[in-house]
């Protein structure tokens, strides 16, 4: 009897360790991995506080023989200089007019194309869908210069019309909303068309409520890609009054001599309407990620 009891005692001793052991590699691992992301993290936030503090320098601080993080004081020339170097408030307009435009028009293309594919049985819907993806293959530099001459000959260089157009609609937005329209429940559509709604309104009044946290995500997105474009608005626009900001910012850098605050200054104000896009859209971008694990 002494020696079953014992024997348990030890069998329940020996599984306790275990357990302490297993607990304690997991707390190593969770260590190890947080570690991992706080070191990451520290290097990809290290170039916006450089960018943030050098545009409170002087040009003699920049390029100083010992190491100096913090500006030895609070100066906001190139804050000033660089609405009077270049047209940059015109340069801020059209950034916003062109990618707030092409924001919402591939939000439109994007939800009408992915719910045809996800939804609508017609004949060779999947072949469609992937020659329709494949155009994601094809590099974006190969397409510049028949694109340019395209846009030539229609007679829309240096107009809004040539930077819009030809980015209204892509692959990735129809691919996006096509692999979240899946995923979701077809009775509330069977439920709709019953009492009466049509197909268009299905999407308009029970998919697209339903998806927007899939929606902002994209429209996030292509907002940050319309912002940074740079090489075709560089090639489609010749007037000042028509570039936008980040062809602007490449203007600032001089051949032998670039002011580097004025530019980090820029570049600052450059940014900020992406970080704000991204703080507000927020909670819908973890959402739509959260969303994906969600089966039905």
């Not at 059209?94 to 707030?100: D, G, K, L, T, W």
Request: charged residues 15%; positive net charge.
């Amino acid at each position: 009897m002494r020696t079953t009891v014992s024997m348990s005692n030890s069998k329940a001793m020996d599984a306790v360790r275990a357990r302490r052991r297993r607990v304690m590699g997991q707390t190593a691992g969770l260590g190890v991995v947080h570690i991992v992301l706080i070191v990451g993290a520290i290097f990809m936030v290290l170039p916006f506080i450089w960018m943030l503090l050098t545009s409170f320098k002087d040009q003699s601080e920049v390029f100083t023989y010992t190491f100096q993080l913090l500006p030895s004081r609070i100066n906001l020339d190139g804050y000033r200089e660089v609405w009077n170097k270049i047209p940059f408030a015109r340069m801020y307009v059209n950034s916003f007019i062109v990618a707030i435009s092409v924001t919402l028009c591939q939000l439109v293309t994007s939800a009408l194309a992915g719910y045809a594919f996800a939804r609508l049985d017609f004949p060779g819907r999947d072949v469609v869908f992937m020659i329709y993806l494949s155009a994601m293959m094809i590099p974006h530099q190969a397409t510049v210069i028949p694109s340019f001459l395209l846009v030539r000959k229609l007679n829309m260089v240096d107009r809004y019309s040539s930077l819009i157009l030809p980015f209204a609609a892509g692959p990735f937005g129809a691919f996006m909303l096509r692999q979240f329209f899946m995923s979701m429940p077809r009775s509330l559509e069977e439920a709709a068309i019953i009492d009466g709604c049509s197909r268009f309104g299905v999407l308009r009044s029970v998919v697209l409520p339903l998806c927007k946290p899939a929606m902002v995500t994209l429209g996030l997105f292509q907002f940050m890609f319309s912002w940074n474009s740079f090489m075709w608005p560089l090639i489609v626009t010749n007037k000042m009054s028509m570039r936008t900001l980040q062809v602007g910012l490449a203007l600032l850098r001089a051949e032998i001599s670039t002011e580097w605050p004025m530019l980090m200054a820029a570049t600052v104000m450059a940014t900020i309407p992406i970080l704000v896009a991204f703080l507000a859209a927020q909670r819908q971008f973890i959402e739509s990620i959260a969303f994906t694990g969600l089966k039905y």
